[in-house]
């Protein structure tokens, strides 16, 4: 079957199932195209709480999926690779992570929403990387916070409010694998190149960023800008949509150094078409969570999109 029918028949289905399937940034080109909404963690938590949808199929990690399951415990998630899990949500184990808490009990816990679901239930509010600023502004300067599992975001956080938020020690391997050394080299190889980088690269890096924000962030960033140039510290999935709405600029994905030309997410990247294909056909595979973790993890969730309404990042 040529991509061309597997498309025509992956949207036959996703009529036929009242079906709706969501996609991150950093999926590949065709999955971004038969998506019916494409976004990064916040704005893709949002169309998951808001469908009305029958089956949600998402593409993108595990803990995507869990978080639409969460967020629509009555509907049926499916996901097109079971092993499509994430590096971060793994850097942070629910027991070792108990632990880690019990240590600080008068700090409340905010979790990068890159974490599983136990994680949620351990969490008083979740946010992502297009909210964390605000939601952590929002809170009175003497508060104690956890910052989990992400230590290169809390870092960042932490920089730019003056806080001392703890940090549980987790990193995306995408991004920690960025150096600032080969970052700056590029950056001089490229003198008319800005540099725009994503939050979980350390800190090294975004200290030579022109701008800092999430895969959304950038995405608005570059739109709105008048340069022409864009060197891009992320995930290479990115690109694909960066190009769509700028094929007047020009992007160089930042790698960790000369010998690699990409810098893929491998989980991420395990969904294709076929998979997709497939999920819709058998309905599989199933993101299934207990009520009572659902019910837990909910709570921080739903605080964080109340709290980003009311602060106005999202409508």
Not at 89 to 95: F, I
Not at 97 to 119: D, G, L, R, T, W
Not at 234 to 257: A, H, M
Request: hydrophobic letters at 35%; a neutral charge.
């Amino acid at each position: 079957m040529n991509t061309k029918e597997t498309i025509q028949k992956i949207l036959k289905l996703k009529k036929k199932k009242n079906a709706i399937i969501l996609a991150h940034f950093y999926q590949i080109p065709e999955i971004q195209d038969i998506a019916d909404f494409v976004g990064d963690s916040l704005n893709l938590a949002q169309k998951a709480k808001d469908t009305e949808s029958d089956l949600i199929l998402f593409c993108g990690v595990h803990f995507m999926g869990e978080t639409a399951k969460i967020l629509n415990p009555k509907k049926k998630v499916i996901i097109p690779d079971m092993d499509a899990g994430c590096s971060l949500a793994d850097s942070c184990p629910e027991e070792d992570f108990k632990k880690f808490k019990e240590q600080y009990p008068n700090h409340i816990v905010i979790s990068y929403i890159n974490c599983s679901a136990k994680i949620k239930t351990l969490s008083d509010m979740i946010c992502t990387s297009g909210n964390a600023l605000q939601l952590v502004n929002s809170l009175p300067k003497d508060q104690k916070i956890i910052f989990a599992p992400d230590k290169n975001l809390g870092g960042y956080l932490n920089r730019i409010t003056g806080r001392d938020m703890v940090l549980w020690d987790g990193t995306c391997e995408v991004h920690e694998l960025l150096t600032a050394e080969y970052t700056l080299k590029q950056k001089k190889s490229h003198p008319d190149y800005l540099l725009i980088a994503h939050p979980e690269c350390n800190d090294a890096v975004l200290q030579i960023a022109d701008y800092v924000g999430s895969t959304a962030g950038m995405i608005n960033f570059v739109k709105g800008h008048n340069h022409k140039k864009f060197l891009v510290a992320t995930e290479s999935g990115i690109v694909y949509k960066l190009k769509k709405d700028n094929p007047d600029k020009d992007f160089i994905v930042v790698t960790q150094d000369e010998t690699c030309s990409c810098n893929d997410c491998r989980y991420m990247k395990l969904n294709t078409l076929d998979k997709v294909l497939a999920s819709l056909e058998e309905e599989k595979y199933e993101i299934i969570l207990d009520d009572k973790l659902i019910e837990e993890a909910k709570k921080p969730i739903i605080k964080m999109l109340d709290l980003s309404r009311e602060l106005g990042i999202i409508k």
